[in-house]
């Protein structure tokens, strides 16, 4: 029997998600609501969304897993007025980028046998269905929180949903969520926009500092460019666990501060010895990531050299899992990276451009 899906909020993560479902799902069911009605038309009309919802009403009783994709502090806000309808099997899931709040608020509702927290780790510098792709969450990985009573068979379905969509479930608790993700994403958006306010607020008449800030500058403080509403609603959210390691990080400063006042180059040098090792890990960690199967090519920035590149392994039936060009000359002129999803493919690839004479750089 075909499941119904239930969406309160169909931006770009929402709308990446039911778009997904509906290409694993094709007799799927798909209601919607959001506060855009125009946006939700257009779901309709695409045909993504099968009802579109004028609120939270009773056909959403109809669903077996409803999501909720509005932001942060609004999807708790939802709880209530939904489990009234939750029919016997079904369940609340949601995509926030934080989790205890949300899991406190279901255990305040007596809830928790009737949610999974879940996060897709995906996003982008544009918001809106408008947007949502469901490549968006290819490969990403989508953490998934069960509460204490949370029954195993609405874990294991999100898992498997999860996998049609082509993302990577990982199980985790709603406060180990939190820290890792205050660690390797909220901190570097704060610290991503102080550098960049640092470089405007401290920059010369002649704007030297702008006019240079490019490759590894312009690398790290991307995020800055990431919606101030958005953040603003996520730091209020997770602001104990964000307290805790900016204040590891504000520490780890004052300490290489302390280096360079005393001419402690041996300090510094350990920073960058500690930090290189662990970071050179990254690429090859076995515990979430699967290993990566890539290597470098040496290509000439200018167009066309993705296309020849991307023809050359098409050609050979070798698929391609992510590509694209490295425009920071720091680290190697216009190199190519190119990842493949198992080793076999990237053996192949290997011999293929190799046989066009492009030359490889940098094996992974």
């Given at each position: 029997m075909a499941s119904t899906y239930g969406f309160i909020g169909l931006g770009l993560i929402g709308g990446s998600i039911a778009?997904?479902?509906?290409?694993?799902?094709?007799?799927?069911r798909i209601l919607a609501y959001m506060r855009t009605r125009a946006r939700l038309e257009l779901a309709r009309s695409e045909g993504i969304v099968d009802l579109a919802l004028s609120g939270i009403d009773d056909a959403l009783a109809e669903c077996d897993i409803i999501f909720l994709c509005t932001p942060v502090e609004y999807n708790e806000s939802y709880l209530s007025r939904l489990k009234p309808l939750l029919?016997?099997?079904?369940?609340?899931?949601?995509?926030?980028?934080?989790?205890?709040?949300?899991q406190r608020?279901?255990?305040q509702l007596s809830m928790e046998q009737l949610f999974i927290g879940g996060h897709p780790m995906a996003g982008s510098e544009k918001s809106g269905y408008e947007y949502s792709d469901p490549l968006l969450l290819e490969n990403i990985f989508y953490l998934l929180c069960p509460t204490a009573k949370t029954p195993p068979a609405f874990t294991a379905r999100m898992e498997?949903?999860?996998?049609?969509?082509?993302?990577?479930?990982?199980?985790?608790?709603?406060?180990e969520h939190d820290q890792a993700v205050a660690t390797?994403?909220?901190?570097?958006?704060?610290?991503?926009a102080a550098l960049v306010n640092l470089v405007q607020d401290t920059d010369s008449e002649r704007h030297t500092m702008k006019q240079l800030a490019a490759g590894g500058f312009k690398d790290i403080t991307r995020i800055a460019s990431s919606s101030p509403v958005m953040w603003q609603q996520i730091f209020s959210s997770n602001r104990a666990a964000v307290s805790a390691v900016l204040r590891q990080?504000?520490?780890?400063?004052?300490?290489?501060?302390?280096?360079?006042?005393?001419?402690?180059?041996s300090a510094i040098h350990e920073l960058f010895t500690r930090s290189g090792s662990f970071r050179s890990q990254l690429a090859d960690e076995h515990g979430l990531m699967n290993a990566q199967y890539s290597f470098s090519v040496h290509v000439a920035d200018r167009p066309g050299a993705i296309s020849i590149i991307s023809a050359i392994l098409a050609a050979g039936g070798v698929s391609i899992k992510n590509i694209g060009i490295n425009h920071n000359r720091e680290s190697g002129d216009g190199a190519l990276r190119i990842e493949f999803y198992d080793a076999d493919s990237c053996l192949k690839a290997e011999h293929l451009v190799q046989k066009y004479n492009?030359?490889?750089?940098?094996?992974k």
């Open positions: 778009k997904g479902l509906r290409s694993a799902e094709p007799d799927c029919k016997p099997g079904a369940f609340i899931t949601d995509v926030g980028s934080t989790k205890s709040s949300i608020t279901v255990e498997a949903l999860v996998r049609s969509l082509r993302a990577n479930p990982y199980v985790i608790t709603a406060a390797i994403s909220h901190l570097p958006h704060l610290v991503a990080y504000i520490s780890a400063m004052e300490a290489i501060e302390q280096a360079l006042l005393t001419d402690d180059m492009f030359v490889i750089e940098a094996r």
